[in-house]
């Protein structure tokens, strides 16, 4: 079989699986699907973040628990001054290491921080929109009313 024709078939078997209109095991209508998110889960998604932040700060630190801050720096010298190898390694350790872990933290912030921003912007969205759609006696329009416009 040549490359052409077993790429063929891997697409499209892949296109037979592949839905992106629905979640496994629930039928699709055939129509876009809308992507449902309830408060709740983005207030769990962005507390587990905020949590997560808090411990990686504490167990991330390899200075943690060090009288002196710099005693890997110190200690990185000191191998190198007496000609180790092991120096030159453990300063490049130490940097990488500080360096991720700074990253990894400001993507828990930010995944935090979004979320938080997310969960108050569409709360203020849905306060919006359920107060410009209401019927004449102020009760609110329900969700069947409301798509019988958009057939």
Same mark, same amino acid.
């Given at each position: 079989?040549?490359?052409?024709? %077993?790429? #063929?078939? &891997?697409? $499209?078997? @892949? +296109?037979?699986?592949?839905?992106?209109?629905?979640?496994?095991?629930?039928?699709?209508?055939?129509?876009?699907?809308?992507?449902?998110?309830?408060?709740?889960?983005?207030?769990?998604?962005?507390?587990?973040?905020?949590?997560?932040?808090?411990?990686?700060?504490?167990?991330?630190?390899?200075?943690?628990?060090?009288?002196? %801050?710099? #005693?890997? &720096?110190? $200690?990185? @010298? +000191?191998?190198?001054?007496?000609?180790?190898?092991?120096?030159?390694?453990?300063?490049?350790?130490?940097?990488?290491?500080?360096?991720?872990?700074?990253?990894?933290?400001?993507?828990?912030?930010?995944?935090?921080?979004?979320?938080?921003?997310?969960?108050?912007?569409?709360?203020?969205?849905?306060?919006?929109?359920?107060?410009?759609?209401?019927?004449?006696?102020?009760? @609110?329009?329900?969700?069947?009313?409301?798509?019988?416009?958009?057939?």
């Amino acid at each position: 079989m040549s490359f052409r024709e %077993e790429w #063929a078939r &891997a697409r $499209a078997e @892949a +296109a037979t699986r592949t839905r992106l209109d629905h979640a496994d095991g629930v039928a699709s209508s055939g129509g876009p699907s809308d992507l449902i998110v309830r408060q709740d889960d983005l207030g769990r998604i962005g507390h587990a973040a905020f949590m997560l932040h808090g411990r990686l700060k504490k167990a991330g630190d390899i200075t943690r628990g060090a009288e002196d %801050e710099g #005693a890997t &720096a110190k $200690a990185a @010298a +000191a191998l190198t001054s007496h000609n180790f190898a092991m120096g030159a390694a453990l300063t490049t350790t130490a940097t990488v290491w500080g360096d991720q872990l700074r990253t990894l933290l400001q993507a828990c912030a930010h995944v935090s921080n979004h979320l938080d921003y997310t969960k108050r912007s569409h709360a203020a969205e849905d306060a919006k929109i359920a107060a410009s759609l209401g019927h004449r006696d102020g009760s @609110a329009v329900s969700v069947s009313e409301i798509s019988k416009y958009y057939r």
